[in-house]
């Protein structure tokens, strides 16, 4: 018996493997988008045509009917320590190419960018009228985008890259039977961060403490006068060249750890103050131009400006909420919310 089985194993491996070189299943990649400024970090970026699969019949097989070809992404991007989660690469079906001598029937894609995944597969193409056979030659062409954001300023220049895994599936009796993959880490998506404000010696710290400012409503006295917190020294800009400062705040909300009670961040207001200036004149620190108070917002606000080079800015920073607001009626739990800093070289 155990011989038999050894034999079987080999016939039924053999049939499979026959199959398999009847079809030719084949993926490449394009280079990644760039980002090279902060307006392009905000909006994202697409690479056009950054990915293309092929699917070749050429010999006699019984033809497939319903099949289709998924993307599926290893990791997220990752650089070094650093990595940009997996859904905020999408892909677009951008075009087929057909040859051979098979059905010249077009095969249309999903419309609009679909999501990756490290952890599902998306389907890129499906049919169930144009079938896999003998002469049939196509490639379709994807488009790349990586979307813009907040999830793209706190990382340092590199490339993010995660491999990509493409399957093609027989469907049958609505069971999908996997026919070819391809995955090597040559065939990557991903972005290449060579944001301007990340070169040279240019830098935002947050210091004394003002990584985290925690406001505590414990009394009805304190909802009437409202709280405020000031932290000197608190943030240090280096730069080699003029630039603006950006504040916002991650989301136009925030929400109770308990309950659905939100709260705008446009009740907290922010305030700068010039704590420390040195360059290479200091009467230059009069072209320091601060345009605080403001309400925070989820959208960029220029809360400084200077136009020319300077070795170090220390600022003040204050961050305030006034009394008697009505948004606080019903407030209970906990409420957070991040807050971003950004140097924009002019």
Same mark, same amino acid.
Request: net charge negative; glycine share 6%.
């Given at each position: 018996m155990k011989n038999i089985a050894f034999f079987l194993f080999i016939f039924l491996s053999a049939n499979l493997n026959l199959f398999a070189q009847d079809i030719q299943f084949d993926a490449y990649t394009n280079w990644i988008p760039q980002f090279n400024n902060y307006g392009e970090l905000m909006a994202g970026q697409t690479k056009n045509e950054q990915i293309n699969v092929s699917v070749r019949i050429y010999n006699q097989i019984q033809p497939i009917t319903k099949w289709k070809i998924t993307a599926r992404l290893v990791?997220?991007?990752?650089?070094?320590?650093?990595?940009?989660?997996?859904?905020?690469?999408?892909?677009?079906?951008?075009? $087929?190419?057909?040859?051979?001598?098979?059905?010249?029937?077009?095969?249309?894609?999903?419309?609009?960018?679909?999501?990756?995944?490290?952890?599902? $597969?998306?389907?890129?193409?499906?049919?169930?009228?144009? @079938?896999?056979?003998?002469?049939?030659?196509?490639?379709?062409?994807?488009?790349?985008?990586m979307k813009g954001g907040n999830h793209l300023l706190t990382i340092p220049n590199g490339e993010y890259k995660s491999a990509y895994i493409i399957n093609l599936y027989k469907i049958e009796n609505g069971t999908e039977i996997l026919l070819k993959s391809i995955s090597n880490a040559n065939m990557f998506a991903g972005a290449h961060i060579n944001h301007n404000g990340n070169h040279g010696d240019q830098s935002i710290l947050l210091e004394n403490g003002s990584n985290l400012f925690h406001f505590k409503f414990n009394t009805v006295n304190d909802l009437v006068t409202g709280k405020s917190i000031r932290k000197n020294g608190a943030l240090r800009i280096k730069t080699y060249?003029?630039?603006?400062?950006?504040?916002?705040?991650?989301?136009?909300?925030?929400?109770?750890?308990?309950?659905?009670?939100?709260?705008?961040?446009?009740?907290?207001?922010?305030?700068?103050?010039?704590?420390?200036?040195?360059?290479?004149?200091? @009467?230059?620190?009069?072209?320091?131009?601060?345009?605080? #108070?403001?309400?925070?917002? @989820?959208?960029?606000?220029?809360?400084?400006?200077?136009?020319?080079? @300077?070795?170090?800015?220390?600022?003040?920073?204050?961050?305030?909420?006034?009394?008697?607001?009505?948004?606080?009626?019903?407030?209970?739990?906990?409420? $957070?919310?991040?807050?971003?800093?950004?140097?924009? #070289?002019?």
């Open positions: 990791d997220d991007y990752k650089y070094n320590n650093y990595s940009i989660p997996a859904e905020f690469g999408l892909l677009k079906f951008a075009r $087929e190419n057909v040859q051979g001598n098979g059905s010249n029937l077009p095969i249309a894609g999903p419309s609009g960018f679909l999501p990756l995944s490290k952890y599902q $597969e998306q389907t890129i193409i499906s049919s169930e009228t144009v @079938s896999l056979q003998n002469g049939f030659v196509r490639t379709f062409v994807f488009d790349f985008q060249n003029g630039h603006e400062l950006i504040v916002k705040a991650a989301n136009q909300d925030m929400r109770s750890n308990i309950t659905d009670h939100t709260l705008p961040v446009s009740i907290i207001r922010l305030d700068l103050a010039l704590n420390q200036y040195s360059g290479g004149n200091s @009467s230059e620190a009069n072209l320091l131009k601060i345009n605080t #108070p403001i309400q925070l917002q @989820s959208w960029d606000q220029v809360i400084a400006t200077f136009p020319n080079w @300077s070795s170090e800015i220390v600022f003040d920073l204050s961050l305030s909420i006034p009394g008697n607001l009505p948004e606080f009626n019903g407030a209970k739990g906990v409420y $957070e919310t991040y807050i971003y800093f950004v140097i924009v #070289p002019r």
